[in-house]
């Protein structure tokens, strides 16, 4: 079992930043691939990045280049950094653990955190 503790939302404005934070429960972290999902009010959930068990990267093409996903196993914690936030940003935002290799589906992720709110003011 796994638990996610997401941090780090708020209210911002366009073109502001955001560091969230994913922290994990248990002693087997590193060996999970991490998801960072977003869903919008009205919208389905959809993927934002993810990284490896080996650290490797990849993200949606509406983040790529604003958002980096990185992960501290030592602290068992992921963290999704957002700059040049827009409007079209707003969403909760949702971690997720695969025991597996990193994919984009959410619905193959195994354990989710409870979301956090980020809100983009234009």
């Known amino acids: 079992q796994v638990q996610l503790v997401e941090s780090g939302g708020g209210l911002v404005q366009a073109g502001g930043s955001l560091r969230l934070s994913c922290a994990a429960s248990g002693r087997t972290f590193s060996s999970y691939a991490m998801g960072w999902f977003r869903q919008a009010p009205g919208k389905e959930r959809e993927f934002v990045a993810f990284i490896s068990r080996s650290s490797i990267t990849y993200y949606a093409d509406s983040v790529k280049g604003r958002s980096t996903i990185s992960r501290d196993n030592a602290k068992n914690t992921v963290y999704l950094q957002m700059n040049r936030l827009k409007p079209e940003d707003t969403a909760v935002y949702y971690c997720?653990?695969?025991?597996?290799?990193?994919?984009?589906?959410?619905?193959?992720?195994?354990?989710w955190g409870q979301g956090t709110q980020v809100t983009v003011s234009s």
């Open positions: 997720a653990a695969r025991n597996g290799v990193a994919i984009t589906t959410h619905q193959s992720y195994d354990y």
